[in-house]
């Protein structure tokens, strides 16, 4: 069986693996990207690292996720949470939209309606379990919208992204002038303070907003409205004004300036892949898909793309199988699965290579 797993790692990370191997104490940090239904495939690895191996470990580690990875990180601070992960794994997979006739898509009003029951239904009565726990720090990556895209609308919202998409051709700073980065960041428990980020902000326009039961669920929804697929969510409590968005706008796959602690000095990441993409509008932009000293102490673990190319339709999981698929349920429901059955390998690899570490196996990020 030819191996599923590859890993990446920056000069700091590599560093301390040559001298320490990975150990669960020494993580202080996991990113979880956005990118839809790729999140699957790591699944077995979310069961693996949240509920057997973290565990053997007492430091705080932050949480930091977008979109469907925001959703993997607060399900990581359920109180068990290899069930839970198993259980958004089995929703995620099952999902499905009923057409009236005639109706050849969802709109964005009816997927918003149905993705706020889902999370309803997930989280309903367990808020206080991701929001209570003392081990992680969890931030939540949205984007608000400025300008034209202060509000959605039939006309200002396509101005307003073409708008954005152009601002940022010229930099990825300038899109800060039509959304900024909002990360709604957990308070520990008797703390009585907000979270510290554990990256620097000075890359891009950010605000960050404490995050308690009343705004919880609007975060998370915002964190995963898709523009064009989902309606941004408004008026969300303790949070400026305005229309909140899928936080990969700004964060694709969360390529931020990283501090971690000298304690708990690794970034570790699971991803879907070994490029580190800036933000959504940057991926026709190949030449910011290369690592940067900000991506130093990190160890990326994802698939073997020979690997991935042994699954249904050649590849992960990813929204075009809403297309492929349109409404045959079950040919959607066995494809995913049979994906996501084949990715227990990777969690499998990963728990042989910390008992074993193989640093020739290890590659430059």
Known sequence: MPPALRLYAGPKALQHLQQQGLRPQDVGIIPAAAGGPKGLILGPLDRFLFGQWLPGS???????????????????CLDDPAAAFQRLETD????????????????????????????????GGRVKEVLGQTRFRLHILTARGRHLLRRDGRLRTPLGYLAAYAANAVSRKA????????????????????????????????????????NFMDALQASCSIPFVLRPVHGIAGAPPGAYWDGGITDYHLHLRYQPLASSPIVLYPHFQKAVVPGWLDKGWKGRHLASPALDSMLVIAPDPAWAATLPNGRLPDRSDFTRYGQDLPARVLAWSTAVAASQQLADEFAEWVERPDLSRVEPL
């Open 58 to 76: 007492h430091q705080p580690v932050h949480l930091v996720g977008a979109s469907i990875g925001a959703w993997r990180m607060a399900t990581a």
């Open 92 to 123: 995620y997979i099952h999902q499905h939209y009923e057409l009236p006739a005639g109706q050849k898509r969802p709109t964005p009003q009816q997927v918003s309606e149905r993705f706020a029951n889902n999370l309803q239904l997930f989280y």
């Open 175 to 214: 899109l800060g002038s039509w959304l900024e980065r909002v990360v709604f960041s957990s308070v520990p428990p008797n703390s009585g303070a907000v979270s510290p980020l554990p990256f620097s902000t000075q890359d891009f326009r950010t605000r960050q907003v404490p995050m308690f039961e009343d």
